[in-house]
C-alpha cells in the first residue's frame, strides 16, 4: 500500500500542473501526460483495488481529492465483493458523499462451481450481497463477465448461471470479457495438459448470447466491447435486447471468420 503522503503529493503535483502548468520533481511522469489531457471531471483510483485501502485513510484522501479538485463530478475504483462486504454501510454511503460514487466489481461467472475453480475467494450469493449493498448505498456499480470461464464442458451452465446473477444483482453497467489463458497462470497449465478445453471463438458467442438472452435487467448498459472478444455488440437492456441478440445471431449464422476479431487483434 502507498502511503498516505505519496497519494497526497501525486494529487498536489497534479493540481499545479493542471492549474500552473509547472511539473514538480519527484513525481512520475505519467501525472503529467495524463493532466495534459485531463477535463477534471473524472478520477480514477488505481491501480488495484483501492477499496482495500484502510477506511480513514481513504476517506482522508478523499476528502483532499476533493479539496484540490472542487469541480469533481465522480471518483471511480476497483472493488471487489469481499471488500464491499467488509465495509458498512454507513461507510459506504459516505465514500458516495465524497463522490466514489461508481465501483467496477469482477463476477465473472455465476456458477459456483465456476467460481470455486478459479479461486474467486466468494460464492454467488456473496456476489449478489456485495453488488446490492453498493446499490443501495447510491453507488453506481459496474461489473464484468468472462465468457468461456467454464470451459467447453460447463459453457451451457456457466452462460445460464451467469445471466441468472446478473439479473439478480441488475447492475447499471455489464461488460463481457473473453478468457485468455496467459501462461505462468493455473489455467494455462491446465489447459497446457489437455485437464481444461477452452471455448470456440463461436461457442463464446453462443454463450454471449445465452446470457443477454436470459438476463432480464433493469436499466443496465451492457457490452462487449473489450478487446478480449471476438465479436463486439453494446446497448441498453432490455431496451436494445431484440437488436443485440439479432447481431450476434446473424453471426452465429454466417459462421464467417472474417466476421470475428482475429487473435492476434484480442487483448491490444
Known amino acids: 500500500m502507498r502511503e498516505l503522503d505519496d497519494v497526497k503529493k ?7 500542473y ?10 512520475s511522469q505519467i501525472v503529467y501526460e495524463i493532466g495534459s489531457s ?3 471531471k473524472k478520477v480514477f483510483l488505481q491501480d488495484g483495488d483501492a477499496l482495500v485501502y484502510p477506511f480513514p485513510r481513504l476517506r482522508e484522501a478523499l476528502h483532499y481529492l476533493n ?3 472542487p469541480e469533481l463530478e465522480r471518483i471511480g475504483t476497483y472493488a471487489t465483493p469481499q471488500d464491499i462486504l467488509r465495509r458498512s454501510q454507513d461507510q459506504l454511503r459516505e465514500l458516495e458523499e465524497l463522490k466514489l460514487s461508481i ?3 469482477g463476477i465473472e461467472s455465476g456458477d459456483n462451481k465456476v467460481l470455486q475453480k478459479v479461486g474467486k475467494g466468494v460464492k454467488r450469493q456473496e456476489l449478489v450481497e456485495a453488488g446490492k449493498k453498493a446499490k443501495e448505498a447510491g453507488i453506481t456499480l459496474s461489473v464484468t463477465v468472462i465468457l468461456g470461464l467454464g470451459g467447453v464442458d460447463g459453457s451451457e451452465e456457466h452462460a445460464l448461471e451467469t445471466a ?5 444483482i441488475d447492475p447499471d453497467y455489464g461488460g463481457a470479457l473473453t478468457l485468455t489463458p496467459v501462461p505462468g497462470t493455473p489455467l494455462y497449465e491446465q489447459w497446457k495438459q489437455g485437464e481444461f478445453h477452452p471455448v470456440s471463438p463461436i461457442q463464446s458467442l453462443e454463450e454471449l448470447k445465452t446470457i443477454i438472452e436470459n438476463s432480464n435487467l433493469t436499466n443496465c448498459f451492457f457490452s462487449s466491447m473489450h478487446a478480449s472478444n471476438y465479436f ?5 437492456l432490455p431496451r436494445d435486447k431484440e437488436r443485440m441478440l439479432t447481431e450476434i445471431e446473424e453471426v452465429l449464422a454466417a459462421r ?8 492476434f487483434l484480442r487483448g491490444l
Not at 463486439?232 to 441498453?236: E, H, P, W
Not at 464467417?256 to 487473435?263: N, T
Open 38 to 40: 485531463w477535463d477534471g
Open 18 to 27: 493542471v492549474r500552473r502548468g509547472i511539473c514538480l520533481p519527484g513525481v
Open 67 to 69: 479539496e484540490r479538485f
Open 232 to 236: 463486439s455488440v453494446r446497448g441498453m
Open 164 to 168: 441468472k446473477i446478473l439479473t439478480e
Open 10 to 16: 501525486e494529487i498536489d503535483a497534479l493540481a499545479t
Open 103 to 105: 465501483f467496477y466489481m
Open 256 to 263: 464467417d471468420p472474417s466476421l470475428l476479431r482475429p487473435e
